[in-house]
């Protein structure tokens, strides 16, 4: 494996799932496969505070030939930087000239009293990571703030913010200047009726306000304590493209103009109890006209 590996070209259009960590194997397989056939330039998956993050990339890897496999993110309280290196430089070649190692400081009340400065523990992680030899173009941060940006442009190929809005994407790329990577997740509801649409979304934009760095991010986009509060309409649409696919394609366009370089898509289907793919493929294929 190169020490300096070729730039990493994601494409226009990612798929950012859950799904593709936690479905039946088969079923993940299949649809890498497919979404890979459809033309998407990159599949991202979450860490979450679950084990065997490693294992589920590999079967992203192993499922695909050409796209873009990435973390988004693997969590570095979970994941100890000897294991990552070691697993990364196991790769084979064509592998990981396609990989990307998204990485996330997640949150105090995840990870409880382990939990510390989020920089200062990031700059360490990056730090060790640097010693495995993994190198810097094949690493960027989930990163929210003004600090964590400025780490991503100055240690990493650059940011994947979540849950963002084409103003922070603005903002993102300002600080971080031409050149680094700049690949924002936005959500997308496929459901004609923005009402109906609104109430699929509203959950996890619920579930991360609780979360400060999440919060305080919205407030300084000027979204108020209420719209956090009460997961007002303003703010769930502004997270979310909620509606048919003109909306999404016009909030991948927003992004794509602020100064984004590629938008992981995450569409959120109804919750059957285990990953929905009956729902969420004729979304991905019907998303795909938009690449």
């Known amino acids: 494996m190169p020490d300096q590996p070729a730039a990493l070209s994601l494409g226009r259009i990612g798929i950012w799932s859950a799904e593709l960590r936690h479905g039946e194997p088969a079923q993940i397989s299949d649809a890498a496969a497919e979404l890979e056939a459809l033309g998407y330039g990159a599949l991202w ?8 993050m490693l294992g589920d990339l590999d079967r992203l890897l192993a499922a695909t030939r050409s796209i873009a496999i990435a973390s988004g993110i693997l969590n570095i309280w979970l994941d100890p930087s000897d294991e990552v290196g070691a697993w990364y430089r196991g790769l084979p070649a064509d592998q990981a000239a396609r990989f990307l190692l998204g990485l996330g400081v997640s949150h105090s009340l995840a990870i409880g009293e382990a939990y510390r400065k989020p920089l200062t523990a ?20 989930a990163a929210l ?6 780490l991503a442009r100055d240690r990493t190929v650059g940011a994947h913010p979540y849950l ?3 103003q922070h994407t603005a903002q993102a790329r300002e600080a971080l200047g031409k050149g680094p990577l700049l690949a924002p997740e936005q959500g997308v509801v496929l459901v004609a009726d923005p009402a109906a649409a609104r109430e699929l979304a509203r959950p996890y934009v619920r579930g991360y306000g ?3 760095n999440y919060a305080n991010s919205w407030r300084r986009l000027g979204f108020t304590d209420e719209d956090i509060a009460t997961c007002s309409d303003r703010l769930v649409d502004a997270l979310f493209a909620c509606g048919d696919i003109e909306v999404a394609a016009a909030r991948v366009n ?22 929905n793919f009956a729902a969420l493929l004729p979304a991905w294929r019907e998303l795909a006209t938009l690449i």
Not at 45 to 52: D, K, M
Not at 123 to 141: G, K, N, Q
């Open 254 to 275: 927003a992004h794509l103009a602020a100064g984004a370089d590629h938008v992981c898509l995450q569409v959120v289907v109804p919750r059957t109890g285990s990953p």
């Open 122 to 141: 990031m700059r360490e992680y990056l730090d060790r990571l640097a010693e495995e030899r993994v190198p810097a173009s094949r690493i960027c941060l």
């Open 45 to 52: 998956v979450p860490g979450e505070i679950s084990a065997n």
């Open 164 to 166: 963002v809005t084409p």
């Open 210 to 212: 609780a979360l400060e």
């Open 145 to 150: 703030g003004p600090k964590m940006i400025s």
